[in-house]
């Protein structure tokens, strides 16, 4: 025969967890159901894309230029390889840049002042809607604060004269204008916050130790950066980067505002293929200053379209656009992934 046991015998802790167990119990249930909704909400509209690009994405597709009355013969080429330019650039400019002044200001000038007020700056740009960069580029990059005067090249679109320098036989505008370049340096600055904070947090969480330890096997900072901080730190850096660039690639309010085409067909630098490339090898050097649009900006256009067909042909660029994410940000996940699988410390 069992006898109860006093109140005051059971321990404190059993009776708070007596008390937080159902708390805990109702905030498992909340974050299985927030999980699993936003998995349900993600495949229904999936499902909807595909079930309207459905017959709409084939090879005619991927391979022609935009038609504006013809939704059967309306096609992305000009988007995607305007797509591929502005990644490659962006990421040329980018990665060097953010990785640089996150290592400046969390290995050299945590302590300044100057590496203070800056940190504060990229905190604030980190939250500052895209317009405001496309503001910013149309500011500083297409229009160059109205320094240069109108002068020689003539622009393709306006058909005004421009001024520009010629460098190795291709005529650099000055300034920019609508071109790749513009596109490029703007969705530069557009996730260079997000770049240089990814890269503080990652060599952040290198273990003090491994500098200590190589600093004091007579490695200078330089070295220890180069052979022991930024490989530790590699892979959180590689995510910062795989958010940016998935991020500018979905971007359209910047590209619009700084004079991205919403109709093109033609390649920059008449360049949409590798035959292309083999028989007009100076349309690489002329691609950068060239007009262009991008994949999201077709979408853009396409859904206003009055005949809905469009939508569908929208869709299946949709599709096109995510499969270019998955393909980019699985690359970049392989990296990291090799990276951190040799990561001892």
């Not at 962006?90 to 996150?102: K, V």
């Not at 952040?204 to 190589?214: D, F, G, I, M, Y």
């Amino acid at each position: 025969m069992t006898t109860a046991v006093p109140s005051a015998a059971v321990p404190e802790w059993a009776r708070v967890r007596r008390q937080v167990r159902p708390i805990e119990r109702m905030f498992t249930v909340a974050c299985v159901i927030a999980t699993w909704s936003s998995f349900a909400f993600l495949i229904v509209i999936v499902g909807a894309i595909v079930h309207m690009a459905w017959g709409w994405l084939d090879w005619q597709l991927l391979t022609s230029y935009d038609s504006a009355l013809d939704p059967k013969k309306a096609g992305i080429i000009a988007g995607l390889w305007g797509t591929g330019w502005t990644i490659l650039l962006t990421f040329l400019f980018a990665i060097p840049m953010g990785i640089g002044a996150g290592v400046y200001l969390e290995e050299y000038g945590s302590n300044s002042r100057l590496a203070r007020l800056i940190q504060i700056n990229i905190a604030n740009l980190a939250g500052v809607p895209s317009v405001v960069f496309g503001i910013l580029g149309l500011s500083v990059f297409a229009r160059m604060f109205g320094v240069f005067e109108q002068g020689g090249l003539i622009d393709r679109w306006t058909g005004h004269h421009v001024t520009g320098v010629k460098l190795i036989g291709i005529e650099i505008p000055l300034p920019f204008g609508r071109c790749v370049l513009t596109g490029s340096l703007t969705m530069a600055l557009l996730v260079l916050p997000v770049i240089i904070v990814a890269t503080q947090e990652a060599l952040r969480a290198v273990p003090k130790s491994l500098r200590e330890s190589s600093l004091a096997l007579g490695a200078t900072k330089w070295q220890t950066i180069r052979h022991q901080i930024l490989p530790a730190g590699l892979p959180g850096i590689l995510t910062g980067v795989i958010l940016a660039m998935s991020r500018a690639i979905g971007e359209t309010a910047p590209l619009i505002l700084i004079g991205a085409a919403t109709f093109v067909r033609f390649s920059p630098g008449n360049i949409d293929g590798f035959a292309a490339i083999r028989d007009n090898p100076a349309g690489l050097l002329k691609a950068p200053f060239d007009k262009y649009t991008v994949l999201p900006i077709q979408i853009f256009n396409w859904v206003r379209q009055s005949k809905p067909e469009f939508g569908n042909v929208a869709a299946a660029a949709i599709i096109v656009l995510l499969l270019m994410l998955v393909v980019l940000n699985g690359v970049a996940i392989f990296i990291r992934y090799r990276f951190q699988r040799h990561t001892r410390w």
